[in-house]
T-cell receptor, first 111, second 113 residues
């Protein structure tokens, strides 16, 4: 039974560019949440998708957007990248109010 | 929104000793408190969680206690082993109303052999 799969594992982008990160949830999970983890910090909630809609959003600008597909997989898009967007982006899937299962993350470096 | 503070930021213990990490939360309505372990370069993994209707929960060498009145909860690791070395994060949320987890800043635990 595969866990949460994220791609790519590492990514280097230039300031101003756009990036798309992908997440496949654990089998049986229908909810996907995205978190940003800066170095040495705890994960910060970006947003959560359920039934293909954004259900809740954290304190992130509109440059951060997402999508959930009918198969429950999800994408995180970040436009107009800033140096401060460099972080580990974690996807977590869940079913209902059960605990999260995190993916291994995508390490984004903005230069 | 919920604010979670975690202490200490680093903790070094001798193998076999106990380790205790403490977290406080701001929203008295929060009712679900998970703990995650993150080894270097790996994903956070849920190690134990507790709900507000329970004061303590144990799983082998790991235990979590919750004091709702004081709004704090703690992770206790007994008989520490080198493989317990990792970063530990506490988190809090209000289920089912709030879908996000609010995380503490993490505690780096080093177990000395």
């Amino acid at each position: 039974d595969a866990g949460v799969t994220q791609s790519p594992t590492h990514l280097i982008k230039t300031r101003g560019q756009q990036v798309t990160l992908r997440c496949s949830p654990k089998s049986g999970h229908d909810t996907v949440s995205w978190y940003q983890q800066a170095l040495g910090q705890g994960p910060q909630f970006i947003f959560q998708y359920y039934e293909e809609e954004e259900r809740q959003r954290g304190n992130f600008p509109d440059r951060f957007s997402g999508h959930q597909f009918p198969n429950y997989s999800s994408e995180l898009n970040v436009n107009a990248l800033l140096l401060g967007d460099s972080a580990l982006y974690l996807c977590a899937s869940s079913l209902g109010s059960d605990g999260y299962t995190f993916g291994s993350g995508t390490r984004l470096t903005v230069v | 929104g919920e604010n979670v503070e975690q202490h200490p930021s680093t903790l070094s213990v001798q193998e076999g000793d106990s380790a205790v990490i403490k977290c406080t939360y701001s929203d008295s309505a929060s009712n679900y408190f998970p703990w995650y372990k993150q080894e270097l370069g790996k994903r956070p993994q849920l190690i134990i969680d507790i709900r507000s209707n329970v004061g303590e929960k144990k799983d082998q060498r790991i235990a979590v206690t919750l004091n709702k009145t004081a709004k704090h909860f703690s992770l206790h690791i007994t008989e520490t082993q080198p493989e317990d070395s990792a970063v530990y994060f506490c988190a809090a949320t209000l289920r089912p109303n709030d879908y996000k987890l609010s995380f503490g800043a993490g505690t780096t635990v080093t177990v000395r052999a």
